[in-house]
């Protein structure tokens, strides 16, 4: 059997209660339980693992903290269904199945010396924050360029990862806007969607820049379009994308969009790469 296909058994190290609001986020910190299984899971940002809740499913997360922090992985779960409500209820010393790391990743190799802009909408933040936390990295950060952020969500209650963004704002040459989609009492930061502040709270006119975005769909279009009707070219523009997903593997056609397998070519894709798919997507 395909080793991929088989689940290692992980520990729930710690959970953190991410929103205060009807979007049920929270954050676990998990950890492979054999030593074996554990020197030999190397995962880049933007890959993800299937975690399974024992007795009930299986289902796809990104990796949400950086690889530099190698004795274990975050992931952030909004409760949507049966296995997400069931990762809601476990508790810290739970164990659950890990299979993966799967997926391509985001480019982190080719964008050094270049500038970097994250626009993140809501849970889309957990993939960026893999590669957000890369860059940052106090042994990272010079190989990189400047780094602005716009993080939007649709109230302050729907915020995650606050506890970051002290050490996110303080890194060398960073930048990091908030936005919110209305105007609410001791909001000091931007209110509305994040593709009309771009060019007011950014500065977009920096050459060599990848621009990475991650979060709802429509966010995603508003985005890319905003991006390119700004002359910014298709490839420097790049986002991962959700299917429903079985395998992981590239093996039971279940997330094909056209002839791409989101599991195995993706779920990293450049704004090119999409022009290529489907119109729907
Ligand atoms: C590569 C990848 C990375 C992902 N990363 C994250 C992450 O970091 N955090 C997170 O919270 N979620 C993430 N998701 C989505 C997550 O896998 C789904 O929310 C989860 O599978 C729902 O399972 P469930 O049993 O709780 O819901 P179900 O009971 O199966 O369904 C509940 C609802 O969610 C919808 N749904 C189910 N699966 C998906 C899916 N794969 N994509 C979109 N909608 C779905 C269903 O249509 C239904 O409306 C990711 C998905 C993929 C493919
Ligand atoms: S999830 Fe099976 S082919 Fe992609």
């Given at each position: 059997m395909d080793k991929y296909l088989l689940p290692h058994k992980a520990e729930v190290m710690k959970i953190t209660q991410e929103t205060g609001s009807n979007l049920n986020i929270k954050t676990f910190r998990i950890r492979l339980l054999e030593e074996e299984?554990?020197?030999k899971f190397n995962f880049y940002p933007g890959q993800f693992v299937e975690l399974t809740v024992f007795g009930?499913?299986?289902a796809p997360f990104g990796f949400a903290s950086s690889p530099t922090r190698d004795d274990y992985f975050d992931v952030s779960v909004k409760e949507t269904g049966l296995v997400t409500e069931a990762m809601h209820n476990l508790e810290e010393g739970d164990e659950i199945g890990v299979?993966?790391?799967?997926?391509?990743h985001f480019p982190y190799e080719e964008i050094r010396g270049k500038n970097l802009v994250f626009l993140a909408g809501g849970i889309g933040l957990a993939p960026l924050r893999s590669l957000i936390e890369y860059v940052l990295d106090e042994e990272k950060r010079e190989e990189y360029g400047r780094v602005q952020m716009l993080l939007a969500f649709r109230s302050p209650e729907d915020m995650l990862y606050k506890y970051d963004f002290p050490r996110w704002e303080k890194s060398p040459d960073t930048l990091v806007k908030y936005t919110i989609d209305e105007e609410c009492e001791g909001w000091v930061h931007c209110v509305g969607y994040p593709h009309d502040l771009l060019h007011d709270e950014l500065d977009l006119n920096q050459p060599d820049t990848v621009f990475f975005t991650c979060g709802p769909p429509i966010m995603i279009k508003a985005i890319t379009d905003e991006l390119k009707s700004s002359g910014i070219d298709p490839s420097s523009i790049v986002t991962t994308l959700e299917m429903k997903m079985s395998c992981g593997l590239g093996k039971?056609?279940?997330?094909?969009?056209g002839s791409y397998y989101v599991c195995k070519d993706g779920p990293v894709f450049d704004l090119k790469q999409m022009e290529k798919m489907p119109p729907e997507f």
């Open positions: 299984a554990r020197k009930v499913g299986e299979r993966g790391p799967f997926g391509n039971c056609g279940r997330c094909n969009i």
